[in-house]
């Protein structure tokens, strides 16, 4: 695989992902290479490998012009170390600490050591993720003390918010440093729903694996357990009929339509546009009732397994998707002309929130949101696995990355899914839904890649020897975005902030893991 004038020697590991293995200073030089080529870092992992008879591992996958390069370095078992990525991608700095919390592998010449997923749960000499982790050690009450980077001047002060929200959401804490009411810094803090799914993973029969894969981030289901499926598929060499590989696409597309009405509905309550909101989750509703008829959830929970999927559409059910699809279509249209004709909604959406996409490039910012920031990466339209080869998939931008531009990228993605959904169910081939895993008698790993409705969801499995999990990472794009998040609050006021938050919509579940 070449990047840049160098060939890296990564072998294929799956359509468009190549795999290697290399000393921690050709990490480095292959970050720095990834990075001149106009590529980004995606995920960052590390593993536990003294079992296997090494040290520990760490992990990085790139995407690049010929696709995600997934490779990794030895570590020894003393005293882990590897150079610092996040100077080349500043998107690494989170996942660097994570590692650090989860397994004690640190970044050398880090600038920000600070803990990241460690709150109060665990000392800070104790690695949950290594192999010798004694799970039965009560956890630590010890004052969970974090060094917000604090903003000083005349009339600067700070405004706390969460944890604990007011709505039915998730725990996470935002550091406003403003004066007056505008923002001259915003600091996250997540982690609060860090709920150890990388050690549960650990032993588990790949099968009862895809059920705790799809749940990382439920409204991404259907995305994080594909990509898991994808991985096991890979490192078993096992095959998956046609027809399972259609309707997988089939769900991953219906997902990522119920996610923008809902979103599309939320941004415009956040301007108090009531009408939107009422109007998009009616059509939601609609949407997800259909989804639990034809296929038993509304969510499409337990829809895909292993080697293919657990249930078919018939051919009445076809021409009732296709119906409601041809329904939305035309009310979703009518509700963007009330919001293309609607002053103050415009006023609101424009130029707020603003990801400049120079800066969106430096930082990394990926999938809808990136798109929005001119930021042209869609794994289904460059990099499609099947059936999208078979497609072609229209990939929606826009340059000015304001909370307008997410929009009109939202509301481009539902007409393309809409589109693809007659076309998947149109040419949908008949066959058989699943079929058996070839077995394992040695250890073997594979990497998932699915474009998710936020951006690409990656998951790294391997499998021991006696065919149960060994080390699964499922990664969620929103670790790339969250940050992304801070910088487009630079300048704006308070009150702008949930609208802001909102049109990113980014996962705090799937980045606390």
Not at 151 to 160: A, K
Not at 248 to 262: C, K, P
Not at 346 to 362: E, I, S, Y
Not at 481 to 504: Q, R, Y
Request: with cysteine; proline share 5%.
């Amino acid at each position: 695989m070449k990047i840049g004038e160098h060939d890296w020697h990564l072998d294929p590991l799956g359509t468009h992902i190549w795999r290697g293995r290399m000393e921690t200073g050709q990490l480095l030089a292959l970050a720095r290479a990834v990075k001149e080529d106009g590529g980004q870092m995606i995920a960052l992992w590390g593993s536990d490998d003294r079992h296997l008879g090494g040290g520990f591992g760490i992990h990085a996958a790139f995407l690049t012009g010929a696709g995600l390069a997934w490779v990794s370095s030895a570590l020894p078992t003393e005293a882990p170390a590897y150079p610092d990525l996040a100077h080349i991608f500043p998107q690494a700095d989170r996942m660097q600490r994570a590692t650090f919390d989860l397994l004690g592998i640190h970044a050398e010449g880090a600038v920000d050591a600070r803990k990241w997923l460690r709150h109060g749960a665990w000392p800070a000499d104790v690695f949950p993720l290594r192999k010798d982790f004694d799970s039965s050690r009560p956890a630590t009450h010890d004052t969970d003390a974090y060094p917000f980077i604090r903003v000083e001047g005349e009339g600067v002060h700070e405004i706390p918010v969460g944890p604990i929200h007011a709505g039915t959401i998730e725990p996470g804490h935002f550091r406003f440093s403003i004066i007056g009411e505008r923002v001259l810094k915003l600091e996250e803090r997540l982690g609060y729903t860090h709920k150890g799914a990388e050690k549960r993973f650990e032993g588990m029969d790949v099968a009862t694996g895809a059920k705790l894969a799809g749940r990382i981030s439920g409204d991404s289901h259907i995305a994080y357990v594909w990509a898991y499926c994808m991985a096991v598929e890979t490192a078993t060499g096992s095959q998956v009929p046609e027809r399972a590989v259609w309707l997988r696409a089939l769900f991953l597309e219906i997902e990522r339509i119920a996610n923008h009405l809902g979103d599309l509905g939320y941004l415009g309550n956040d301007v108090a546009l009531s009408f939107g909101f009422m109007q998009f989750w009616r059509l939601k509703e609609d949407w997800l009732r259909l989804t639990a008829k034809l296929f038993g959830h509304r969510y499409l929970f337990d829809c895909i397994t292993p080697g293919g999927v657990a249930v078919d559409i018939t051919d009445s059910g076809k021409a009732e998707l296709a119906a409601l699809g041809d329904c939305i279509e035309a009310e979703v249209r009518s509700l963007k002309a009330i919001y293309d004709e609607h002053a103050t909604l415009q006023d609101r959406f424009a130029n707020t929130g603003v990801c400049k996409p120079d800066l969106a490039a430096r930082l990394g910012l990926t999938g809808l949101a990136g798109r929005a920031s001119a930021q042209a990466w869609d794994a289904r339209a460059q990099f499609p696995q099947a059936p999208y080869h078979q497609f072609d998939v229209s990939m929606a931008t826009q340059r000015s990355g304001d909370v307008l531009a997410r929009a009109e990228v939202r509301f481009a993605e539902v007409y393309e899914s809409l589109r693809l959904i007659r076309d998947l169910l149109r040419r949908l081939p008949a066959g058989v839904l699943h079929a058996p895993l070839a077995p394992v008698s040695t250890v073997c790993e594979g990497l998932g890649w699915v474009e998710g409705w936020r951006g690409e969801v990656v998951v790294a499995v391997r499998i021991g020897a006696d065919a149960t999990l060994d080390r699964v990472h499922p990664h969620d794009p929103s670790w790339q975005n969250w940050p992304l998040l801070e910088v487009g609050m630079l300048g704006n006021i308070v009150p702008d902030f949930p609208l802001i938050n909102k049109s990113f919509n980014l996962s705090y579940s799937g980045a606390d893991l």
